[in-house]
């Protein structure tokens, strides 16, 4: 029996001397407790040396996918014809059968014997002391982890910030230099600015007509639009510039040529960032874009960083002092930070926009936890997210739509009981009430019910119609309606006692003889009447009925 061995250096073969000594498995590690017993177990056959660290990342990452490599499948061919491979992964020995044709045991004693082979070797592999075998196992522990976590040369997201720092630096200074070109060269043609408004092609317009009075010369189509050059050309003609001399002209034409290359070295370093993060960050690219993408990377530190933060937190990147603001004074929290510039969040409406953008958080936490740590490289993932969340917000959309059929203002319409209305039906059990002109009559009320017989369908309005009827008759003089002379005949009785009342209050103000006294009492009878009457109409009558009353007494 031979015992494979990986060790950091390479591989080893040792011959197992007694064989019979395995099947004690209780008793094998004290077969190994010094080199001299060890060397009677087992005995170095063969060893393979790694030739460099890239060689032996390979190895490993193969023998952890349980997969022979090339140099090791050459070693046991030629030391293994004919024996029986002791392994310490029952896979490998699968793969090793399968493949070469050798015979591999894996079991208890062979694990008891690895760990004995690996205290004591050192002892039984000459040439290779322990501080070598430190670093080697040291270096190459963390090549492994590197690998395992695809720390590889095209996933350093260190490019991506420094390049979408870059980018965002760059657009401040094409718009300080093209608003100084705009500035500068409008004294000499100051309606070009209105004319052309992207900063662009205002520095190749500029750059190409020099003076205004070239502008009828030059041919413009290979800038700017038919229109837009005839109208140029008209107001050149026109202008009320200035004129500037050729120095000044010459340092126009060089911020000019600082603008165009500046624009032109921002569109490469776009492209730029643009491949870096579909290579980096595939899925994230896919669902939130280049740029968005690049700013959260870029804020979070890391993509692995990023990858540690929740969906919450990913949602409110890049608007913290707004969080922070809003717990200090206690009102609402920010619904987004840099998501917001996302192209979904950017086509849902304003009041879907706070539900869009947790949804897109929350699957931006997941595409970034992928892109940093999974194994794929592709932006499946990122592409079937995105359209999950296109249709969300599409059935928002829907829903508020069928929402605001009922209303305007996006509630379902409340409908109100009515015992004659069938249920699950538009008719009606009953006829549908008729309106009754006759009830809005206040004069002669009981007359017209009488005469129509309605007084079954409108009780209640004909009581509250007799109260006020007998309110108005004590203010109402006997002359004012001539239909109401039987109403006020029936009403003599509570009118004389009003009488009597107000024959002692006169009799008493003469027996005082008190001017004062009856300009009170005055005064309290008006508050009275104004009170019951609820009018100044109202009260100017009951004067003159008390006046003519006075007369009669």
């Keep these: ?10 591989f080893a073969l040792f011959k197992v001397l007694d064989e019979g000594k395995l099947s004690k498995v209780e008793d094998l590690s004290k077969e190994f407790a010094s080199p001299d017993s060890a060397r009677q ?20 990452t193969q023998l952890i996918e349980s997969k022979p490599s090339k140099g090791l499948r050459k070693f046991l061919r030629s030391h293994c014809d004919g024996e029986i491979l002791a392994v310490a992964d029952s896979k490998l020995g699968n793969t090793i059968k399968e493949k070469l044709q050798i015979e591999c045991v894996h079991n208890n004693s062979v694990m008891e014997l690895m760990r004995g082979v690996r205290s004591q070797l050192t002892e039984l592999i000459s040439g290779l ?17 590197r690998y ?17 720092s870059l980018l965002d630096d760059l657009d401040k200074e094409l718009n300080t230099y093209a608003m100084r070109v705009r500035e500068w060269y409008g004294w000499h043609f100051p309606e070009l600015a209105k004319i052309v408004q992207d900063n662009i092609l205002y520095a190749k317009s500029v750059k190409l007509m020099g003076y205004r009075s070239n502008a009828a010369k030059l041919d413009f189509s290979e800038i700017l639009p038919e229109e837009v050059e005839t109208e140029l050309k008209e107001a050149a003609v026109i202008s009320m510039g200035t004129e500037v001399s050729d120095l000044d002209l010459e340092n126009i034409k060089d911020l000019c040529n600082q603008v165009l290359s500046l624009s032109e070295y921002r569109a490469q370093l776009y492209d730029y960032l643009k491949s870096r993060m579909n290579t980096i960050a595939p899925n994230l690219t896919a669902l939130v874009g280049e740029l968005v993408g690049a700013r959260l990377i870029a804020h979070g530190g890391s993509l692995v960083n990023l990858s540690k933060q929740p969906g919450s937190t990913v949602q409110i990147l890049g608007a913290e002092k707004a969080l922070f603001r809003a717990l200090k004074t206690k009102h609402a929290t920010p619904k987004y930070g840099l998501i917001y510039h996302a192209s979904l969040i950017g086509q849902a409406a304003p009041k ?5 953008s947790r949804s897109l958080a929350a699957k931006a936490a997941l595409a970034i ?11 499946t993932m990122g592409v079937e997210n995105r359209m999950k969340l296109e249709a969300r917000l599409r059935s928002l959309e829907g829903k508020e739509l069928s929402r605001s059929a009922g209303s305007v203002k996006g509630k379902p319409m409340i409908e109100f009981y009515d015992k004659d209305r069938k249920k699950g039906s538009g008719g009606m059990i009953t006829p549908a009430k008729t309106y009754n002109p006759a009830a809005d009559s206040v004069l002669a009320l009981t007359e017209s019910l009488s005469k129509d017989g309605n007084e079954e369908e409108a009780p209640e309005v004909v009581e509250e119609e007799q109260k006020k009827k007998k309110k108005k008759k004590r203010a109402e003089p006997e002359d ?3 239909g109401a002379v039987d109403d006020a005949e029936v009403e003599t009785e509570p009118a004389k006692k009003e009488k009597k009342k107000k024959r002692k209050h006169t009799e008493e103000a003469d027996e005082d003889g008190d001017a004062d006294a009856r300009e009170k009492k005055k005064k309290k009878k008006r508050k009275h009447a104004e009170t019951e009457d609820g009018g100044d109409e109202t009260s100017a009558k009951k004067k003159d009925k008390k006046k003519k009353k006075k007369s009669e007494d």
């Design 352 to 356: 879907h926009k706070g539900k869009i």
């Design 129 to 145: 002391a322990a501080q070598d075998m430190a670093p080697m196992s040291l270096g190459l522990s963390h090549s492994l982890s």
């Design 369 to 379: 936890r992928c892109d940093a740590l999974g194994d794929g490289g592709d932006n």
């Design 480 to 482: 004012a309606m001539p």
């Design 1 to 10: 029996m031979i015992l494979l061995f990986e060790t950091p250096a390479g």
């Design 148 to 164: 395992k976590l695809k720390f590889s040369p095209d996933k350093v997201d260190t490019m991506i910030i420094q390049a979408i």
């Design 41 to 60: 177990v087992v005995k170095l056959r063969a060893f393979s040396k790694f030739e460099n660290t890239a060689d032996a990342l390979s190895a490993a």
